[in-house]
C-alpha cells in the first residue's frame, strides 16, 4: 500500500531519481536499484539512506499500475484528442518501457489508441501527476460522517406531497437520503436526481455524501434497515456509472475504486455489488477508448456519388443522412439541457453537441431549398421526386430530425410557388408528403408520434427544447430555500424523451462517398441570395407557362 507522504520524503526522491535514471538512458544504474544496489553517490540519494529499497520500487511500480488503470478515463467519450492529455499518455508509456513494464504499456497502448512517443526529459507535469498518485492513501478513504450530522429531524429540510407522499423540495442532505431510503424506492426520483443533480450541486458533493450515506452509524437502524440503506446507495451508484458515466471525473473515479475496495468488498454481504460495481466502472473506461455504438456496421467505399442529383438512390441518400444525425443525436449530454444553457449567449458554448445537432437541422433545411432552386427549370420535377422518395424512406427510419428538415424546406413559400414543377411530380407522392407535413407541423400529434416511437430514432428536438424553457422559467428552483426536486423531475421527463434514442444504432450500410458529400452539406447558394433567385425561378415558370 502507498502511504501518503510531503515533498523531500524518501519516496518522492527515490521517484525523482527514478525518473533521472529511465529519461537518461541508464539501464545499468536501473537493474541496480531493481537489485538494491543504488549507490549513495548518485546525487538525488547522497542524503538519504533507504532500508527497504526494494519495497519502495514496487511502491512505485504499484502508482505506475494506478495510473495505468485510470489513464482511459482521462480520454472522455466523444471528445477530440486533448494534445496534453496525449503527452501525458505518451510519457507514463515511456516511463513503463524503461521500468521493463512491457505488458503495461502494451495494454496502454491499445487501450488507449495513442501511439508510443519518446522524450529526453522528465517534463515538470509527470512529476506531479506521479507524486500526486503516491500522495494519495489506498488503505483509508477520507470519508467525513458530515450527512448524518445534518440530518436533524427537527428541523423543516423538506417537503413532501400529501398524494404521493413523495419529496417536492428538500437540502442536499434529505435528497440523498430520500434517494437511498430503506421505506420508499421511487425509480423516477432517482433516475431524475441522477439525470439533473448538475444544476443544484457538483458531482464530486454528491459522490461524498452517497458514500458518507452507505456508512450507517452503528445502532442506528435494524440490521435490515442497515442492509437495505446501504443496497440502495450501491444501486444508485451503478445507475449512475451505467447511464452518466460523463459525470465522472478522475478523482472520482479513483475515489468511488478505493471505497468500493476498501469498504464495499470488506462486508461480506456486499462482496458480489462490490465486484457488479467495479465491473460497470472497468467497463465505462474500457467504452471511452472504443467510443460509442456506430450505427454503420458495414461501410461501401467503391459506391460513387452520381453526377446528377436526380440519379441517386432515395433510400441510399435517407440513409447517410440518418447515419450523420445520428452520430451526432448520440454525443448531446443530458447536461447540455439543464438551466436552459443552449439559449443564453453567455452559456452557449456548455451545450456545444446541442447547439451542433439543432444547427444541422437548419442546414438541410436550407440545402434542401438550395439544391432545387438551383436546378435547371426541366430537372427540378426529378429532384423533387428524389426529396419526396428520401422523405418517405426517413418516416420509416424514424429520423424525424432530417424529416422536419425535409418538410421545412419543400413547405417554405419559395418552394411551394414552383407550380410548375410540383404539376409533374406523381401525386402519390404529394399525398403522402402532406400526410408526413401535416404530422410533423402539428406538435401535440409529433410528440405523441414521438413518444409511441420504438428506437431506433432520431428526434425533432425543437418542440422538446421548448418544452425544457417553459419549464425552467415556469418554476423556481428553490422553495422556501429548498431545492426544487419536483421542477427537476419535470425537466428529466423531457429531457429523457430526447435522449432515449441514443443507445439504439441504426444497422445501416455506411456508402462512403455519398456520407461524406452529405456530411458537408455542400449548398449551391447563399442565404441571402435565396429569396432573390426564388423570385427569378418563379418569373421563368409563369412565363413557361405561358408561351
Known amino acids: 500500500r502507498v502511504e501518503g507522504c510531503g515533498r523531500g520524503s524518501p519516496r518522492i526522491l527515490l521517484i525523482q531519481a527514478l525518473l533521472q535514471i529511465l529519461f537518461s538512458k541508464n539501464t545499468e544504474l536501473l537493474n541496480k536499484v531493481r537489485r538494491q544496489e543504488v549507490s549513495l553517490q548518485f546525487p538525488m540519494l547522497r542524503q538519504k539512506i533507504f532500508r527497504n529499497r526494494i519495497e519502495q520500487v514496487r511502491e512505485c511500480l504499484m502508482c505506475l499500475r494506478r495510473l495505468v488503470l485510470i489513464m482511459p478515463v482521462l480520454q472522455p467519450v466523444g471528445e477530440e484528442l486533448d494534445p496534453e492529455k496525449v503527452e501525458r499518455i505518451q510519457m507514463i508509456m515511456q516511463m513503463l518501457y524503461c521500468m521493463g513494464l512491457s505488458d503495461l504499456r502494451s495494454q496502454l497502448i491499445q487501450e488507449s489508441g495513442i501511439k508510443p512517443k519518446r522524450f529526453n526529459q522528465p517534463p515538470e507535469e509527470l512529476y506531479d501527476l506521479i507524486k500526486w498518485s503516491l500522495d494519495v492513501k489506498v488503505d483509508q478513504v477520507p470519508i467525513k460522517k458530515g450527512f448524518w450530522k445534518e440530518l436533524d429531524p427537527l428541523k423543516k429540510d423538506a417537503s413532501y406531497d400529501r398524494d404521493t407522499k413523495g419529496v417536492r423540495a428538500g437540502t442536499i442532505s434529505r435528497l440523498i437520503e430520500c434517494l437511498s431510503s430503506h421505506e420508499r424506492y421511487d ?37 435490515e434497515a442497515t442492509r437495505l440503506i446501504k443496497l440502495r446507495v450501491c444501486n444508485v451508484l451503478k445507475t449512475w456509472i451505467d447511464n452518466h458515466f460523463s459525470d465522472f471525473s478522475t478523482e472520482m473515479v479513483h475515489q468511488l475504486f478505493r471505497f468500493i475496495e476498501e469498504v464495499i468488498a470488506r462486508d461480506p454481504t456486499f462482496e458480489k455489488m462490490a465486484q457488479q460495481l467495479k465491473e460497470s466502472l472497468q467497463d465505462k473506461i474500457g467504452q471511452g477508448n472504443r467510443g460509442m455504438a456506430k450505427s454503420a456496421l458495414l461501410v461501401d467505399h467503391a459506391k460513387e456519388v452520381p453526377k446528377n442529383f436526380w440519379e441517386i438512390d432515395p433510400a441510399d441518400l435517407a440513409q447517410q443522412l440518418t447515419l450523420i444525425e445520428f452520430s451526432l443525436y448520440q454525443r448531446i449530454r443530458h447536461d447540455e439541457f439543464l438551466d436552459a444553457k443552449w439559449s443564453v449567449p453567455k452559456s452557449k458554448h456548455l451545450s456545444p453537441n446541442l447547439n451542433v445537432f439543432a444547427e444541422r437541422f437548419n442546414h438541410v433545411s436550407f440545402w434542401v431549398k438550395s439544391i432545387i432552386l438551383s436546378a435547371p427549370m426541366d430537372n427540378r420535377p426529378k429532384i423533387l421526386t428524389v426529396l419526396l422518395k428520401a422523405e ?82 415556469g418554476n423556481p428552483d428553490q422553495l422556501d430555500g429548498l431545492i426544487n426536486i419536483y421542477k427537476k423531475i419535470m425537466l428529466y421527463r423531457t429531457i429523457r424523451l430526447v435522449l432515449r434514442g441514443q443507445s439504439t444504432p441504426y444497422n445501416l450500410i455506411k456508402s462512403t462517398k455519398l456520407h461524406n458529400y452529405l456530411f458537408l452539406l455542400k449548398e449551391e447558394l447563399s442565404e441571402e441570395n435565396i429569396d432573390k433567385l426564388a423570385e427569378k425561378v418563379r418569373g421563368e415558370e409563369m412565363l413557361d407557362k405561358i408561351s
Not at 441522477?194 to 458531482?203: N, Q, R, W
Not at 406538435?443 to 424553457?469: C, H, N, S
Open 187 to 223: 425509480k423516477e426520483f432517482m433516475q431524475a436526481f441522477l439525470m439533473t443533480h448538475k444544476s443544484f450541486a457538483g458531482s464530486e458533493e454528491v459522490m461524498t455524501l452517497l458514500l458518507e450515506r452507505y456508512q450507517v452509524p452503528n445502532n442506528m437502524f435494524e440490521d
Open 392 to 473: 418517405e424512406v426517413l418516416r420509416s427510419l424514424n429520423n424525424f430530425n432530417t424529416l422536419m428538415g425535409f418538410v421545412s424546406a419543400l413547405g417554405s413559400s419559395s418552394i411551394l410557388r414552383l407550380h410548375r414543377s410540383w404539376a409533374q411530380v406523381a401525386e402519390p407522392l404529394k399525398e403522402t408528403h402532406e400526410s408526413i407535413s401535416s404530422m410533423m407541423k402539428d406538435i401535440q400529434q409529433y410528440k405523441e408520434t414521438a413518444q409511441r416511437t420504438t428506437p431506433p430514432l432520431i428526434p425533432f428536438i425543437g418542440p422538446f427544447l421548448t418544452d425544457v424553457v417553459f419549464i425552467e422559467d
